[in-house]
């Protein structure tokens, strides 16, 4: 079976920024002893942009998938095609 390499990338992307984004929580909530206002904002401001990173990727990777239909009930599929795309297959 042909895999889409515009859905391979993306879910790459998508697994990059959810580690990226765990990793910073991990910083924040591992760190030893209260950290000072500045190193909290910092934290704070590092965990929220990769939160976003991480969405925008989830979205752009289940946008493709939901156009493009790569994946969608295949033995590839990393998620099950979401509820909107189901609905409107006309089946």
Known sequence: MASCNDRRRLAEQFALAAREYSEAV???VQHEGP???VEYS???S???ETLERCEDARVEFEQHVATHRC???TNESLFPAPAHVTASAGG
């Open 35 to 37: 950290p000072s206002q």
């Open 71 to 73: 994946g969608v009930f």
């Open 42 to 44: 910092t934290f704070q």
């Open 46 to 48: 590092v965990v929220i």
């Open 26 to 28: 991990a910083r924040l």
